[in-house]
């Protein structure tokens, strides 16, 4: 694999988006842009004809993932960890802050850092965008309602979260980052959209993430047991990575009228053993159930309301569970095929 190096850009007064319609051609900061979710964003934006710039301080994000990106002369990638200010010289038109890492065994390797990343690296990413006049876009998650006692969960909903336990780490840390956005928004008037995303899977994700799609797929795929914590009937609400990163781009656009958080995610809900289920049928193994502890704080059931989103972005998602595990699987049986040992690694 190349080393991928910074290139340099040229900004030109217009582009073609996917659309297909004329539009401003932006210049764009993504923080985690080499993750799971930010290199699909970062391709979304370079084929609206935008200019990108990738910082990543690759903890969990791989150079794999946007290798192929750095072919277009209009993206860039710096290697920089968000808990220290990035100075970049220019104009900045958006900020996407996608920086920290998602799965509860990653952010819990380094919760201090996670910690950090949420909120010294929000307060940094939320200055530049007040020097830069640039709008911000904050990655928070479902993971601010905790272990929900109401369900489904609307934006309204405070939240059941632990604050002294292995997952406060990042569900504080969201929660704090969220509070900024809203003082940097009523205090500098900065323009703030913030997500609550809900699980999402698609490829590019890690194998050894911990998210319990990639788990099931792999292990399947391996013709090793699946691993299920608890009973596995508690639930989850499954989107796939292209809807959700069409919900992003949206709520950053949308107009003054959007300024609280959205829930961004896909109101099916499925237990986790029917998860399983799907994935056993669709990848043909094996593969038996193994029922194993449930981590501490585990939700027992995650649902979005998304009627501010339909009603705000007129965002819905579009892809079925069993069609973007497909989708899903594919990726990772190619991964298998083409490098085996690869798909364990982590960068």
């Not at 994700?205 to 911990?210: I, N, R």
């Not at 053993?273 to 038996?288: D, N, P, Y």
Request: aromatic share 6%; glycine share 8%; hydrophobic share 35%.
């Amino acid at each position: 694999m190349r080393k991928i190096q910074n290139i340099g850009t040229k900004i030109s007064l217009s582009s073609i988006g996917r659309s297909g319609k004329k539009q401003s051609r932006k210049t764009i900061l993504v923080a985690g842009g080499a993750g799971f979710l930010g290199s699909h964003l970062c391709k979304r934006l370079l084929d609206e004809g935008h200019t990108v710039i990738c910082a990543d301080n690759f903890q969990t994000g791989r150079s794999a993932n946007v290798l192929e990106l750095t072919t277009n002369s209009s993206f860039s990638v710096i290697r920089h960890d968000v808990i220290k200010p990035l100075k970049l010289a220019g104009p900045l038109d958006e900020i996407y802050n996608l920086a920290c890492a998602a799965s509860p065994p990653k952010y819990q390797q380094d919760p201090i850092h996670t910690m950090q990343t949420c909120v010294n690296g929000t307060l940094n990413l939320l200055n530049m965008a007040r020097d830069k006049g640039a709008r911000f876009f904050q990655a928070s998650t479902s993971e601010v309602y905790g272990d929900p006692v109401v369900h489904p969960q609307s934006e309204g909903y405070f939240g059941n979260v632990n604050p002294y336990g292995p997952r406060s780490c990042y569900d504080e840390g969201k929660r704090a980052a969220e509070a900024l956005c809203h003082d940097f928004a009523e205090r500098y008037d900065v323009t703030v959209k913030v997500a609550r995303i809900f699980n999402t899977y698609g490829p590019q994700m890690l194998a050894d993430d911990g998210r319990v799609v990639s788990n099931f797929i792999v292990q399947a795929l391996r013709g090793e047991p699946i691993t299920i914590y608890g009973s596995g009937s508690q639930t989850r609400s499954f989107c796939y990575v292209d809807d959700l990163v069409d919900g992003i781009v949206k709520l950053i656009r949308s107009d003054g009228s959007v300024t609280t958080p959205v829930n961004l995610g896909n109101p099916v809900e499925f237990t986790i053993r029917q998860l399983a289920e799907l994935v056993i049928e669709q990848t043909g193994t094996g593969s038996h159930l193994k029922m194993c502890t449930l981590p501490v704080d585990d939700p027992k059931q995650r649902r979005p309301d998304i009627s501010k989103a339909k009603q705000t972005l007129n965002w819905e998602p579009s892809i079925m569970l069993a069609e973007g595990v497909r989708r899903t699987t594919a990726y990772f049986a190619s991964q298998l095929q083409a490098e085996p040992q690869a798909i364990s690694e982590s960068a």
